[in-house]
């Protein structure tokens, strides 16, 4: 079994519900990220999307593409990130990984050697925001082959045909973005949020987790009850931006957010 | 020159592919949107109604057919083959751009969204989305790279007056492939109102395929043009290529006419040695941006790159699939001229023949002076002048080192 499928199917034991904290690697600085990835196990978290930074982040929104710019102001590429989880490894064994970012540094490191190297460091899947399943078929052979999972997103836009096809190729869990537009968009609509959930489990018995537009424990409580866990992060990049000059302050502050979510999950 | 066949007329395919080239690679929350614009085009450009309002608004508001004009003294004073120039910089408002904005507008008109969003580099294609937006009343917002915004403050102050929202991006390298990335984050936030008007043959599928198609009446005119005034068709047709919309509409009628080159001018900065310059074609490798594979301009991790160029146009890091495939398959050749090169010939077509080009224009037209002068006098050249060099004044006059 895989690591996040052992992650989802205890938690499914337990009753409870995940919470996703996703940061991106090398923000603000290198050194910050594996022990912010600690600290975000620490304060509950129980998958971590971590952030490639890109150049062009198409898909997201002022905040993180400002991650990304400091980011690559210390030169991290999808290599460093790759190492970063091999580091987080040496002390975490059972935390799920995924990493999440854009194809074309995966284009350039080529798909198998991508996968092999995700594999050794410990990552355990990958979602590629601008990689629908139409064009994924290369990747995806290489990613089964290292038997790693590729998250896929499934929008409000998604036609019933496409979100059909979109569970039959995904695997690990699925993202449902909950609001149209890029990260770090305004509230989303709980109750639509979770009647389209409740029509979306009819084509698959894949874990569902809903990000964009979670801000704060409420609404990270609010969407847990609809699906089967919350994805948050621009509010955690955020604070990371405010913390910029004072790296060694970001662990504990960003996993302080966390645990407050995580306790209003679970109250 | 290989052999070709004219499946590649008929590239995409259904996926939008043009060989590995091309393809869909969005975030899927613009999915939907594509699909439902694919299958609109697919009909409408079906439609004797659609095409016939396109072909109206071509001939009496754009004011085709551009001509082909021979450009006698030039040809004298290089020596060698003859050249010919497509007017484009004859339509209204100054460029080519205007024959896709036309042709995008009455898709949006037909989809019924109030709404149209375009990014530009020059301005030209920010000028004429606004000038159409202000033709059908739609509300128009165009994203324009803070640095472009300073180097074209003419077609910036066009824009507003025509009634359009000119946003200055300040992300990234705050030029054209940094509008295009805000441009696309606002139609995934607006998506149920706005049509994204790509200005140029890239873009996600099917993009490339309907700006290509909508600037096709180029290559058809100067075909026909051919045939009246020389009796046979060109040895060459040279084009300038930022994104390649100029290009492909010149090139694509032509792919089949196997005795026709076909080449294409990239921006080649500093020159492409020094690694400053807009040239991903001659100097680039295949990776994945703005929702396409083609050839781009990248570092070792794959990050994208600064380009350098003097003509925001095609200051670019990218360039449209099809150029990528039709290099792959050498049917297309693609060359780089300096910032200096087109800024000489930008003063020498003003100087001999009274048009003044579009700085990108002079790229093809510097490069097409090379190839002259090595061709003979009874082989003939047709250089697309995609737009007219009003826009760049104020750039040559701050290099001349005089202040307006
Ligand atoms: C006059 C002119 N020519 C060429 C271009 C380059 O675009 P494309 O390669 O799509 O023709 C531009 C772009 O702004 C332009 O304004």
């Given at each position: ?29 290198p050194r910050?990220?594996?022990p912010?990835?600690?600290a ?15 150049s ?8 993180i593409q ?27 064994q059972?935390?799920?990984v ?6 074309n540094p ?5 798909y ?61 869990y ?16 709980v109750d639509?949020?979770g009647a389209?959930?409740s ?34 992060g ?13 790296p ?20 | ?15 939008g ?42 001939a ?20 060698g ?6 007017r ?29 969003i ?53 992300s990234g ?34 993009y ?13 005119e ?30 694509h ?11 294409g ?38 990050q ?11 200051d ?10 039709l290099k792959?398959?050498n ?14 010939a ?21 490069y ?9 006098p ?27």
């Open positions: 079994m895989s690591r996040i499928e052992a992650c989802f199917t205890a938690m499914k034991a337990e009753g409870r519900k995940a919470i996703v904290p996703y940061v991106t690697g090398g923000d603000s600085n910050v990220t594996v912010l990835m600690h975000l196990v620490e304060a509950g978290a129980d998958v971590i999307e971590l952030g490639v930074p890109f062009d982040p198409m898909a997201d929104g002022p905040v400002l991650a990304c710019e400091r980011a690559l102001e210390h030169g991290t590429s999808l290599t460093d990130v790759l190492a970063m989880v091999a580091e987080f490894r040496e002390q975490d059972t935390t799920p995924v990493l999440m970012g854009y194809l995966i284009e350039v490191m080529g198998e050697a991508f996968a092999k190297n995700a594999k050794a460091s410990g990552v355990d899947g990958v979602l590629v925001v601008d990689m629908p399943p139409i064009e994924s078929a290369g990747l995806m052979a290489a990613m089964k082959a290292e038997s790693l999972d590729i998250i896929f997103l499934i929008a409000p836009t998604t036609s019933p045909a496409r979100r059909k096809a979109i569970c039959e190729q995904g695997s690990g699925l993202y449902y973005v909950s609001v149209k537009g890029v990260t770090g968009s305004k509230a989303l609509n639509e949020v389209y959930i029509d979306m489990r009819q084509d698959t018995d894949l874990p569902i987790c809903v990000g964009f537009g979670i801000r704060d424990g409420q609404s990270a409580a609010a969407v847990s009850k609809v699906s089967d866990g919350a994805i948050v621009s509010v955690l990049v955020n604070q990371i931006a405010e913390l910029a000059n004072t060694e302050k970001i662990p504990a502050a960003v996993a302080g957010i966390v645990k407050e979510m995580r306790q209003a999950i679970d109250a | 020159m290989p052999t070709t066949d004219n499946t590649q007329v008929q590239l995409p395919d259904e996926n592919h043009f060989g590995q080239f091309g393809g869909r690679f969005v975030s899927e929350t613009l999915m939907g949107a594509l699909e439902e614009l694919e299958e609109v085009y697919r009909k409408l450009s079906n439609d004797p109604d659609f095409q016939e309002e396109f072909d109206k608004d071509l009496h508001y754009v004011g085709r057919p551009s001509p082909l004009y021979f450009a006698e003294r030039l040809t004298d004073k290089v020596g083959a003859k050249i010919y120039l497509k484009e910089d004859l339509n209204h408002t100054g460029a080519h751009k205007v024959n896709n904005t036309i042709g995008q507008a009455l898709l949006a008109k037909f989809m019924g969204k109030p709404r149209v375009a990014e530009t580099g020059a301005g030209q294609h920010g000028v004429a989305s606004a000038t159409v937006a202000a033709r059908l009343g739609l509300e128009c917002k165009v994203y324009m790279g803070e640095e472009d915004v300073r180097r074209q403050a003419l077609n910036v102050y066009r824009m507003k007056l025509l009634g359009a929202e000119v946003i200055p991006v300040t390298t705050k030029t054209l492939k940094d509008a295009m990335n805000e441009a696309m984050r606002d139609w995934v936030t607006n998506v149920d109102n706005t049509f994204y008007i790509i200005g140029t043959a890239a873009g996600p599928h099917p490339p395929m309907l700006v290509r198609d909508f600037q096709c009446v180029i290559g058809r100067t075909k026909q043009q051919c045939m009246n005034q020389i009796g046979r068709l060109p040895d060459a047709v040279v084009a300038c290529v930022g994104g390649g919309s100029n290009a492909i509409g010149m090139f009628p032509f792919i089949e006419d196997e005795s026709v080159r076909m080449i001018v990239e921006a080649g900065g500093h020159g492409v040695e020094t690694g400053e310059h807009a040239a991903p074609l001659s100097d680039g490798r295949p990776g994945v941006l703005h929702g396409m594979r083609t050839y781009l301009m990248e570092d070792d991790n794959g994208i790159i600064g380009t350098h160029s003097v003509s925001a146009g095609l670019y890091p990218g360039v449209g699939p099809e150029h990528s495939y792959d398959i049917r297309a050749e693609y060359v780089a001229i300096n910032d200096d090169e087109a800024l000489e930008f003063r020498t077509l003003t100087q001999v023949e009274g048009i003044m080009p579009a700085l990108e224009s002079a790229h093809a037209v510097a097409a002076m090379k190839m002259a002068k090595e061709m003979s009874d082989q003939v050249i047709v250089v697309n002048l995609s737009g007219r060099g009003d826009k760049d004044i104020l750039t040559v006059a701050e290099l001349d080192g005089i202040e307006m």
